[in-house]
C-alpha cells in the first residue's frame, strides 16, 4: 500500500489531476469504491489520488483515464500555468563539454582489458 506523509501538502499538479479525476468519475456515475474496484485499487488509495494526496504514476494515469473513456491528457486540461513552470536547468559540470560528450560513446564500445587499463590511467591522472 502507498505510504501517506503526515502533514502532506499535495502537489499542486496532484491536486489538479484529482479534481478532473472527480470530475470525471461523478460524470460518468462512478462511486470512488466501484472506480477502485475496477481499477484493483482499495477506496482508500483512489480517494487520496483524487485529493491529490498520493502521487500517480503515468501507467496509473493511463489506467484510469481507459477506465473513464478520457485520453490520457485529459488530466492535464486547464491546469494553472503556474503548474507548468520551467524548471531551473540542471548543472550537468564536465559532462556538458565536448570531451566528455566524445569520451562516453568511446567508453560504451570499449570491453575488457583496454577499458581496464583506461580506467586506471584516467584514476592516475585525476589524482595528480
Same mark, same amino acid.
Given at each position: 500500500?502507498?505510504?501517506? &506523509? #503526515?502533514?502532506?501538502? +499535495? ?25 477502485? /474496484?475496477?481499477?484493483?485499487?482499495? /477506496? ?7 485529493? $491529490? ?17 478520457? /485520453? ?5 486540461? /486547464?491546469? +494553472? ?23 562516453? +560513446? ?5 570491453? $575488457?582489458?583496454?577499458? #581496464?587499463?583506461?580506467?586506471?590511467? &584516467? ?6
Amino acid at each position: 500500500m502507498p505510504r501517506r &506523509a #503526515k502533514n502532506h501538502v +499535495p502537489n499542486p499538479v496532484d491536486r489538479h489531476i484529482g479534481k478532473r479525476m472527480r470530475l470525471q468519475r461523478m460524470i460518468r456515475g462512478h462511486t470512488t469504491y466501484s472506480l477502485a /474496484e475496477v481499477l484493483g485499487l482499495n /477506496e482508500r488509495t483512489y480517494r487520496d489520488y483524487e485529493a $491529490g494526496a498520493l502521487r500517480l504514476s503515468p501507467h496509473r494515469l493511463v489506467q484510469i483515464a481507459r477506465a473513464l473513456c478520457v /485520453e490520457p491528457g485529459f488530466w492535464f486540461v /486547464e491546469a +494553472p500555468s503556474s503548474v507548468f513552470e520551467p524548471s531551473p536547468p540542471i548543472d550537468t559540470g564536465s559532462m556538458g563539454d565536448g570531451d566528455t560528450r566524445r569520451l562516453l +560513446p568511446a567508453w560504451d564500445t570499449m570491453i $575488457g582489458q583496454p577499458r #581496464k587499463h583506461l580506467l586506471g590511467i &584516467a584514476l592516475a591522472l585525476a589524482q595528480r
